[in-house]
């Protein structure tokens, strides 16, 4: 069992900047592939980013390539997206997954076997 748990959610003004964490604890970190995604209020959840256990591979979607940066810190067991120039569009709950049978990052949800609660992200126009 891995729980993760999402903070850095927030408020913020579009061209705004925030970095959303996630922790995780009770499995080995570096053994899970991690991703984030997002769910905008009657949309689907949908992609963000995903990064491989070592970090070395990392992909997100076309809709926030330039803008968001996935990374991790195995030390610390934690994950991070640096979101830069946000947009009223990007508004969404976010949330980390583990992945702990692929090597890769992947992009389907379906993939994952552990997620977060969530953490809600505001960006006013």
């Known amino acids: 069992q891995v729980e993760l748990v999402e903070s850095g959610g927030g408020l913020v003004q579009a061209g705004g900047s925030l970095r959303l964490s996630c922790a995780a604890s009770g499995r080995t970190f570096s053994n899970y592939a991690m991703a984030w995604f997002r769910q905008a209020p009657g949309k689907e959840r949908e992609f963000v980013a995903a990064i491989s256990r070592s970090g070395g591979i990392t992909t997100c979607a076309d809709t926030v390539k330039g803008r968001f940066t996935i990374s991790r810190d195995n030390a610390k067991n934690t994950v991070y997206l640096q979101m830069n120039s946000l947009k009223p569009e990007d508004t969404a709950v976010y949330y980390c997954?583990?992945?702990?049978?692929?090597?890769?990052?992947?992009?389907?949800?379906?993939?994952?076997?552990?997620w977060g609660q969530g953490t809600q992200v505001t960006v006013a126009s």
């Open positions: 997954a583990a992945d702990g049978d692929r090597l890769s990052p992947s992009r389907w949800p379906s993939h994952y076997d552990y």
